[in-house]
């Protein structure tokens, strides 16, 4: 079975500074799409960026950017530049093709503060 | 593009009732996905709609079911409500290719047992 998991329940950031969201799975799946969700406390769910396993080029967008490590499975999200409206719960997810289809297996989430 | 769109936003039950949530995806997407969020267990899959079939299902009892009609638009039922299925009820919609496919959430429902 796939499993997602996030080991940092709650982090905080100052403004303006980096930080690294951590995320690792469980597949015996090759291809597959890994993604980062947000979900602020207004609860709208909102895509963050989205990474093929078949691609070695880490995905990017604007102030987040991903490191992924398919041998190790590993799959962090890293936000530069942290702003007040990045706090939210983000969450780690996973989809593959085949039987799964529609069927994202998220991780617990990891709750991150940005404080002024 | 409208995004998707979930109705009613807050809807407050008893045990025993039952009840109905809507989704209406983005235009153009073919499937549709439900989702139970709550503080516990985090965010589970109930069931993927496709072309008015349900294509995929999660580990749910049978007192949740869904449908989807021409339009794309879903509904999610729950009979004989519990207080364990006080959560927060997500859609997602995607195309629905074969493949992974991007998934967008919609506002959720927030259902509360009484």
Known sequence: AQTVTQSQPEMSVQEAETVTLSCTYDTSENNYYLFWYKQPPSRQMILVIRQEAYKQQNATENRFSVNFQKAAKSFSLKISDSQLGDTAMYFCAFTNYGGSQGNLIFGKGTKLSVKP | ?114
């Open chain 2, 1 to 114: 593009k409208a995004g998707v769109t979930q109705t009613p936003r807050y809807l407050i039950k008893t045990r025993g009732q039952q009840v109905t949530l809507s989704c209406s995806p983005i235009s153009g997407h073919r499937s549709v996905s439900w989702y139970q969020q709550t503080p516990g267990q985090g965010l589970q899959f109930l069931f993927e709609y496709f072309s008015e079939t349900q294509r995929n299902k999660g580990n749910f009892p049978g007192r949740f079911s869904g449908r989807q009609f021409s339009n794309s638009r879903s509904e999610m039922n729950v009979s004989t409500l519990e207080l364990g299925d006080s959560a927060l009820y997500l859609c997602a919609s995607s195309a629905g290719l074969v493949g992974p496919d991007t998934q967008y959430f919609g506002p959720g429902t927030r259902l509360t047992v009484l």
